[in-house]
């Protein structure tokens, strides 16, 4: 059940017997010579939607631009400063949670986020701490949709350490099951990109000259997509389960 296809009746009726949404985030940019730009907002809403069937959960739009500064070297990416994300994630939660939406289920395709995320959440909570009062009804938390056991499990045997950090064959696999029309098979150079930190745009691609850290995209299959989404949207249901009813 997807928000934007909804009318404000049903999302009404919606909420007599389930305060949970689902919010997929992810990112707009450089993923590589063959990855899709869209990579991390592709596979965090299709994962979204996957464990929104799954639980009969309702999904809210994808936050398709991220805190991708580093990539801002590259064509085609684009980038929310990590203020410009804290302020667009609390609207986002505040706006539903007027209509009485308490809890707040992120699944996430970029590890750029995470930081910008969870300081969202605190200043949603901090609002409300300094407000005083009897505090909020709201929770919200954050599942990053590659790092599920059954995900990483399934990299490890695929790919093991040519998974890499950036532009991982995970990652472009899964927007290759999902688009089949856009995969990209291709044999890179050198096979395996270099690994190491950065710091702002130029000095990632500086040191990592094609965008990919680590990683070796040139394994990924479509079937192997399949299986990668079959396992995040597995692992991602029975937490969502867990999570809105702790005794289940
Ligand atoms: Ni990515």
């Known amino acids: ?9 049903a999302i009404e009726h919606y909420l007599r017997d389930n305060r949970t949404v689902i919010m997929p985030i992810g990112s707009t940019e450089q993923h590589g010579p063959n990855g899709l730009l869209g990579t991390d907002a592709i596979t965090a809403e299709a994962v979204a939607r996957g464990v929104g069937e799954a639980t009969g959960t309702l999904v809210a739009p994808v936050i398709a631009v991220g805190m991708a500064q580093h990539h801002l070297a590259f064509p085609g990416s684009m980038a929310l400063r990590p203020g410009t994300l804290i302020a667009v994630i609390r609207d986002c939660v505040e706006s539903l949670a007027l209509h009485g939406f308490e809890r707040f289920f992120f699944i996430n395709g970029h590890g750029g986020n995470v930081a910008s995320t969870t300081a969202a959440f605190s200043e949603i909570y901090a609002a409300a701490s300094f407000g005083g009062g009897a505090g909020t009804r709201l929770r919200c938390t954050l599942r990053n949709w590659y790092e599920t056991p059954g995900v990483a499990a399934l990299s490890r045997e695929l790919y093991g350490e040519q998974e890499g950090s950036h532009a991982t064959p995970s990652e472009v696999a899964l927007t290759w099951y999902l688009h089949p029309d856009r995969a990209m098979p291709m044999n890179l150079d050198p096979p395996v990109a270099p690994r190491g930190s950065f710091t702002d745009a130029a000095d990632l691609r500086r040191n990592f000259p094609d965008g990919r850290i680590g990683s070796n995209p040139g394994l990924a299959t479509i079937e ?25």
């Open 224 to 248: 192997h997509g399949k299986r990668i989404y079959d396992a995040a949207v597995h692992d991602l249901s029975r937490e969502l389960r867990r999570w809105t009813c702790p005794s289940s």
């Open 1 to 9: 059940m997807q928000l934007h296809l909804q009318t404000w009746p």
